[in-house]
Nanobody
Framework: QVQLVESGGGLVQAGGSLRLSCAAS????????MGWFRQAPGKERTFVAA????????YYADSVKGRFTLSRDNAKNTVYLQMISLKPEDTALYYC?????????????????WGQGTQVTVSS
């Protein structure tokens, strides 16, 4: 069982930056691929980014490539999503997720555990 707690969301102007964190419980954090998804009001939850167990591989949605950077610190059981050049369309509830089995990084159903989410609001 893994519990995930996101933090770092907030209100920022367009062009600004935020860093989201996701802290995981348990001693097997390094065995999980970690991902971030987001959900805007009235829309489906969509893939943002994922990072492999050791952190050597990252995957990004086209909409955030070049602006978002995902990293992890396995010693601290934490993943970080650095977001720059934020746009109003980035406004959403951001969720951290973890999965232990192989599978496509962008597929929600491949993830076993989810956090409660942290709100990111980008004003124009």
């Amino acid at each position: 069982q893994v519990q995930l707690v996101e933090s770092g969301g907030g209100l920022v102007q367009a062009g600004g930056s935020l860093r989201l964190s996701c802290a995981a419980s348990g001693r097997t954090f390094s065995s999980y691929t970690m991902g971030w998804f987001r959900q805007a009001p009235g829309k489906e939850r969509t893939f943002v980014a994922a990072i492999s167990r050791g952190g050597s591989s990252t995957y990004y949605a086209d909409s955030v490539k070049g602006r978002f950077t995902l990293s992890r610190d396995n010693a601290k059981n934490t993943v970080y999503l650095q977001m720059i050049s934020l746009k109003p369309e980035d406004t959403a509830l951001y969720y951290c997720a973890a999965r232990s089995a192989p599978g496509a990084a962008a597929t929600k159903s491949n993830y076993d555990y989810w956090g409660q989410g942290t709100q990111v609001t980008v004003s124009s």
